[in-house]
């Protein structure tokens, strides 16, 4: 095996993980979140010997997969909700999974990465590609509803 | 519990359990590593390609932004029990026929199982292929960067056959008057915000452009009757492994272009086809630091010729022992050849 394929592949079960678990999230489907994972780390090979000398390779293919994801959730279908677990836990939890699932592709990336991955504003705009005001925007009107839905008060802004 | 509070510890409630990532791993080389593979392939050739037309010259362009059109392949629903294809299932196939027109056709083969696919897909006629489609430099033609809707299952092809089983659709081409002798077409997803060259799905030369009928009349690209099968060897990516034909009228060796290692034991050495000769046998000469494979084709009948060069061929060697740290030459040549690994 090449040498860059051996760094490819150590960066690979480092990151992969994580990477396949927050777009699963985005996407909240298992098979849709590992082709998109898939995909971004393909590309991510391809161009691993440029990608490979920047500062942050995580952040280049959370940002593609991200943009796969999010792509593929405004074109495809909504998910199927999996099997509740059991009692007050389980309930919360469907309720939950149904909330996020009424967001637009962008807000429910933007909650993902804020809440889910605990990235500060200024990262979220950087894998979503857009300005730290758009995150903002996207956060505020997913928080509206989501204490909507979930019959939560709404605190006060996020960082 | 605040809003906030819940989403955090209600988010992390939803995150699936770690997997094996050895058993990840292993999984993105069977498919990925292969599928690069194949892209270098892709890529070779197309460079050949575009250092041949730089050395006869550039032609100027025109430029034109046209609207799109529809067209369906079947309005059948999808068959029960046939998965959705996905990106690492898929092999890109490309055919270009020349006649008074030109037709395009652009599908795909699967080679794992058959899959469903639904995706409408733009074709861009430009000069300078991927970089000109980005600043919108598109040949003049009506109807150029138009849309056809691919939907349908996508089948797993014969590669023995002369031609491999695919799903497609096509557009055609006619009366090009422009000065211009030199286009690429270039595919993506319909809607797609193409930002770099990797988001398109396929780019590929037209060998030249069809003829100018009436220069009174526009260029005009018209979609045209899906495609169920490509010719097997014309400007696509999935190589022709052919069974050798022993028996054939004066074999010689040819040159190979590059092998691709399948498994330790297991390759393909790719090499081009002439008219109307055929793979006729393979032989391998194995010694601890080198293997040395010798491909030789033989002329063809009249009555099966094929009468045009025919790339991508692939032949099939299984070495005695593990390729390991052995080089791979060339039997014509002499030349110890680059091996692109599945691996």
Redesign the interface.
């Known amino acids: 095996m090449r040498q860059r394929d051996e760094a490819f592949e150590v960066f690979f079960l480092a990151e992969h993980g994580s990477v396949l678990r927050t777009v699963q999230l985005i996407l909240g489907d298992r098979q849709a979140a590992e082709d998109a994972t898939q995909e971004a780390f393909y590309r991510l090979l391809v161009h691993w010997r440029k990608v490979s000398q920047y500062e942050r390779p995580g952040a280049w293919v959370r940002r593609v997969a991200i943009r796969i994801a999010t792509r593929a959730r405004s074109s495809q279908r909504v998910a199927e909700i999996e099997p509740p677990r059991s009692g007050v836990e389980s309930s919360a939890r469907v309720d939950l999974q149904r909330a996020l699932r009424a967001l637009s592709p962008a807000q429910r990336t933007a909650v993902v990465l804020f809440y889910y991955e605990d990235q500060p504003v200024g990262e979220v705009a950087s894998l979503m590609e857009c300005s730290d005001g758009a995150v903002k925007t996207h956060l505020h009107r997913a928080r509206k509803h989501l204490a909507e839905v979930l019959g939560e008060e709404l605190d006060d802004v996020p960082r | 519990m605040?809003?906030?509070d819940?989403?955090?510890s209600?988010?992390?409630?939803?995150?699936?359990a770690?997997?094996d990532?050895?058993q990840?791993?292993a999984e993105?080389r069977r498919?990925?590593?292969p599928?690069?593979a194949r892209?270098w392939v892709a890529q070779g050739v197309a460079g050949m390609i575009v250092a041949a037309a730089l050395a006869f010259g550039i032609s100027s362009l025109a430029f034109h932004q046209a609207q799109g059109s529809g067209g369906f392949v079947n309005k059948q629903p999808k068959p029960k029990g046939v998965p959705n294809c996905?990106?690492?299932d898929l092999h890109f196939m490309f055919d270009y026929s020349t006649g008074p027109a030109g037709l395009v056709s652009f599908g795909y083969a699967s080679s794992t199982r058959p899959c469903w696919i639904d995706q409408s897909i733009t074709v861009a006629i430009t000069g300078n292929g991927f970089a000109d489609l980005k600043a919108g430099r598109l040949f003049a033609v009506s109807g150029n960067n138009s849309a056809i809707r691919l939907r349908g299952v996508v089948p797993t092809p014969n590669a023995d056959a002369r031609a491999i089983q695919g799903l497609g659709i096509s557009w055609e081409w006619s009366n090009w008057c422009g000065s211009a002798t030199r286009a690429y077409f270039v595919f993506f997803e319909t809607g797609?915000h193409l930002q770099i060259a990797?988001d398109m799905l396929e780019m590929d030369p037209a060998p030249n452009t069809p003829r100018c009928v009436d220069r009174s009349k526009p260029s005009v690209l018209t979609s045209a009757p899906s495609v169920a099968s490509f010719p097997s060897t014309r400007r696509n990516d999935l190589p022709l492994v052919l069974q050798p034909a022993p028996g054939l009228a004066n074999p010689r060796v040819v040159k190979i272009l590059g092998v691709y290692l399948i498994d330790a034991r297991t390759l393909w050495a790719f090499f081009t086809e002439a008219p109307c000769t055929a793979l006729d046998h393979v032989t391998v000469s194995e010694s601890p630091q080198q293997v040395t494979v010798f491909v030789y084709v033989g002329r063809q009948s009249k009555s099966s010729c094929h009468p045009t060069n025919l790339p991508n061929i692939a032949a099939k060697i299984v070495l005695s022992r593990a390729l390991g740290n052995r080089g791979v030459a060339d039997g014509a040549s002499g030349e110890v050849l680059g091996v692109a690994?599945s691996?």
């Open positions: 605040s809003l906030d819940r989403l955090r209600g988010l992390r409630t939803l995150e699936t770690p997997e990532a050895q990840r791993l993105f498919r990925a590593y599928r690069r892209r996905t990106p690492s797609k990797d690994s691996r």
